[in-house]
Structures are given as structure tokens and as C-alpha cells.
């Protein structure tokens, strides 16, 4: 058997369902090419690399974050899963490994997000001014329960943040959720700032780790 | 980063990318990135924490191990090892790490018949 090596590394961005693809996007350390390595319906999106390990300057951020974006504009393209910084592969052979070893979970995870983006919504108090942070936290949640499929906490790293969550939207829903930020943004438009962000890749709700029993 | 009055969302900040993309996504060992095969034993690990309506605190702390054989050095002819537990059913998150039997013998199996 020939063993076929590889000269240059694979940086991976995301697993998606199937497909032969390539994507002239701009990814990690400067690539121009995006391309997918597959393992029977599964398939990782990667550039080549020649480190393994990436620096994580602000510019390697903002590729790994734009080949997302532009992988879950392509309407083919109903799921994610995103990787972290900096999954770079020796070759294609360790890819394929994984990809079939997880299979199942893999496969598993982009059916549960299919047809989904990630809404990322804070409520940041004005300057000086009080609010019933329970009750503004209890509303925004009925506010939004019917829009969203899944929702999640994160930290509240600032004592003016009032609330910083995730939600999990069905693409055909985003309208309906869109307008649920405004309704949300004219109750509370003189005392909270609302920041809300998205669509990312299903980030707070994927939390996948593959590793090695040595 | 203050929303439009239509609701529709900002562009994101750097701040918000680093939230996602330095702490959170699919992790995948080092040793298993660089692992070429032939060499080694070759163990994959998933911990699944896949959320889905109302399940996602259920098993976070569900952990399965898949063995999976590589010494015979053609991993493409191995059949693919499927995962035996589905997150549905297992609203466990107390219960320690465990492995899938039959997916274990199964890749035994498979490199005995690869010998």
C-alpha cells in the first residue's frame, strides 16, 4: 500500500454534510483557496497551511470567522459544525480518520442544527440607571421562546451587562426573530443598549472534543 | 453595535468572534491532527454535548469512547464504527465516562480481519 504524504498541512474550519466543494475565499495565514476533504458523507472545509500552528493574530481570526460566514451563506449548505482556531491537520490522512471515527456524532450534530444560525443578543445598561434585571430577563425570554429553537447563557462579565445570551434561530424564523429584537429594543430603548449580533456558526450550541486514549 | 431600528443584527466585532472562535467548536486533538497511520493505536474520543430542545443540559457531561485500530495501516478499508448511544435517551450528567462495547469489539474484530 502507498502511502501518499501530503507537503502541505490542512487548516479545518467546519464539517458539513456530503459535497465535493470549493470556495474562492480567503482563509487562515493568508489562503485564497477554500476546498473539502471528504470521508463518505461527511466532509471537512479546509485551506492548506504550512504550520500547525497558527498565530492568532487579528486578521487569522477574522478569516477563520468570514470562511464560516460564507460556507453558511451557500444555500446547499444546510449545517456547520464549526471548529475552534487552529484544528490545523498533518494531512489528509488524520482528517479522514476523524471524520470517520466521529461519523455518527458528527452526522448526529448536523442533523440537530440543520436549517439554524447562531443570534448572539447583550443587554448592556445605561450609564447610571437601574433596571428589574429579572423581569427584563424573564421578558426578553417569552419575547423570543417562539422565535428560537434553543436559547443559552453566557457569562455576565460586566456589571452593567444584564443579560448575554445565544440563541439558536431557524433560518425560515429570522424575520419573525429580527422583529422580536426590535420590539425588544423599543421597550427597553432608554435604559438598556441592546447589541445583537449574528448569524454565526452554531457555536454555543456544538461542544464536540475528539481526542486520543495514549 | 447598537441594533437598527429594523432589528436586524451588526456586524460582528472582534471581541465577539474571539467569545466563539477561541473558546468554543469542535476540538480535535493534537495528537490525533498529526497521528498518520501505521504508527499508533489510534483512539478517537467524542464528547457530545449537541444541543437540541430541551436536552442540551441533559448530557452535557455525556462522554463516549470509540477505539479504533489503525495498526494494519488501511483505515479505508475499515468499515466506519458507528456511535451505540444516542443523546435522546441518556438524560445522564453525573455518569462518568464510559465506552461503547460494541464498537470497541467491532474494531477488534476489524483489525483481526485486516491481519
Given at each position: 500500500?502507498?502511502?501518499?504524504?501530503?507537503?502541505?498541512?490542512?487548516?479545518?474550519?467546519g464539517?458539513?454534510?456530503?459535497?465535493?466543494?470549493?470556495?474562492?475565499?480567503?482563509?487562515?495565514?493568508?489562503?485564497?483557496?477554500l476546498?473539502?476533504?471528504?470521508?463518505?458523507?461527511?466532509?471537512?472545509?479546509?485551506?492548506?497551511?504550512?504550520?500547525?500552528?497558527?498565530?492568532?493574530?487579528?486578521?487569522?481570526?477574522?478569516?477563520?470567522?468570514e470562511?464560516?460566514?460564507?460556507?453558511?451563506?451557500?444555500?446547499?449548505?444546510?449545517?456547520v459544525?464549526?471548529?475552534?482556531?487552529?484544528?490545523?491537520?498533518?494531512?489528509?490522512?488524520?482528517?479522514k480518520?476523524?471524520?470517520?471515527?466521529?461519523?455518527?456524532v458528527?452526522?448526529?450534530?448536523?442533523?440537530?442544527?440543520?436549517?439554524?444560525?447562531?443570534?448572539?443578543?447583550?443587554?448592556?445598561?445605561?450609564?447610571?440607571?437601574?433596571?428589574?434585571?429579572?423581569?427584563?430577563?424573564?421578558?426578553?425570554?417569552?419575547?423570543?421562546?417562539?422565535?428560537?429553537?434553543?436559547?443559552?447563557?453566557?457569562?455576565?462579565?460586566?456589571?452593567?451587562?444584564?443579560?448575554?445570551?445565544?440563541?439558536l434561530?431557524?433560518?425560515?424564523?429570522?424575520?419573525?426573530?429580527?422583529?422580536?429584537?426590535?420590539?425588544?429594543?423599543?421597550?427597553?430603548?432608554?435604559?438598556?443598549?441592546?447589541?445583537?449580533?449574528?448569524?454565526?456558526a452554531?457555536?454555543?450550541?456544538?461542544?464536540?472534543?475528539?481526542?486520543?486514549?495514549? | 453595535?447598537?441594533v437598527?431600528?429594523?432589528?436586524?443584527?451588526?456586524?460582528?466585532?472582534?471581541?465577539?468572534?474571539?467569545?466563539?472562535?477561541?473558546?468554543?467548536?469542535?476540538?480535535?486533538?493534537?495528537?490525533?491532527?498529526?497521528?498518520?497511520?501505521?504508527?499508533?493505536?489510534?483512539?478517537?474520543e467524542?464528547?457530545?454535548?449537541?444541543?437540541?430542545?430541551?436536552?442540551?443540559?441533559?448530557?452535557?457531561?455525556?462522554?463516549?469512547?470509540?477505539?479504533?485500530?489503525?495498526?494494519?495501516?488501511?483505515?479505508?478499508?475499515?468499515?466506519?464504527?458507528?456511535?451505540?448511544?444516542?443523546?435522546?435517551v441518556?438524560?445522564?450528567?453525573?455518569?462518568?465516562?464510559?465506552?461503547?462495547?460494541?464498537a470497541?469489539?467491532?474494531?477488534?474484530e476489524?483489525?483481526?480481519?485486516?491481519?
Amino acid at each position: 500500500m502507498t502511502v501518499i504524504m501530503a507537503d502541505e498541512h490542512l487548516y479545518t474550519y467546519g464539517v458539513i454534510d456530503g459535497a465535493d466543494r470549493e470556495l474562492a475565499v480567503d482563509g487562515v495565514a493568508g489562503a485564497t483557496r477554500l476546498y473539502t476533504v471528504e470521508y463518505r458523507t461527511l466532509s471537512a472545509v479546509v485551506s492548506d497551511i504550512d504550520t500547525l500552528e497558527p498565530e492568532q493574530t487579528d486578521e487569522n481570526l477574522r478569516a477563520h470567522d468570514e470562511a464560516l460566514q460564507t460556507i453558511m451563506s451557500d444555500e446547499d449548505i444546510e449545517a456547520v459544525v464549526p471548529m475552534r482556531f487552529g484544528m490545523v491537520f498533518k494531512s489528509a490522512r488524520p482528517l479522514k480518520n476523524v471524520l470517520r471515527g466521529s461519523r455518527s456524532v458528527l452526522t448526529r450534530t448536523l442533523n440537530d442544527i440543520e436549517g439554524t444560525v447562531e443570534m448572539g443578543l447583550k443587554l448592556v445598561a445605561e450609564e447610571g440607571v437601574t433596571v428589574d434585571r429579572e423581569s427584563v430577563r424573564e421578558d426578553v425570554s417569552g419575547r423570543l421562546r417562539g422565535v428560537s429553537v434553543e436559547e443559552t447563557e453566557n457569562g455576565l462579565f460586566s456589571d452593567r451587562l444584564v443579560l448575554n445570551r445565544s440563541y439558536l434561530v431557524e433560518r425560515d424564523d429570522r424575520e419573525a426573530f429580527d422583529a422580536a429584537i426590535a420590539g425588544i429594543e423599543d421597550e427597553y430603548g432608554g435604559s438598556l443598549i441592546t447589541q445583537y449580533t449574528g448569524p454565526w456558526a452554531p457555536y454555543n450550541f456544538v461542544d464536540l472534543e475528539i481526542g486520543v486514549d495514549r | 453595535m447598537s441594533v437598527a431600528a429594523s432589528g436586524r443584527p451588526s456586524s460582528e466585532s472582534l471581541a465577539e468572534i474571539v467569545d466563539r472562535i477561541l473558546d468554543k467548536g469542535l476540538v480535535v486533538d493534537v495528537w490525533a491532527r498529526v497521528s498518520v497511520v501505521g504508527i499508533e493505536i489510534l483512539t478517537v474520543e467524542a464528547r457530545i454535548v449537541v444541543a437540541s430542545v430541551d436536552t442540551f443540559l441533559h448530557y452535557a457531561k455525556n462522554i463516549s469512547t470509540l477505539e479504533i485500530a489503525s495498526q494494519s495501516g488501511d483505515l479505508e478499508d475499515l468499515q466506519n464504527l458507528e456511535f451505540g448511544s444516542s443523546p435522546m435517551v441518556q438524560p445522564a450528567p453525573d455518569v462518568p465516562d464510559h465506552r461503547i462495547g460494541e464498537a470497541e469489539s467491532e474494531a477488534e474484530e476489524q483489525e483481526a480481519e485486516a491481519q
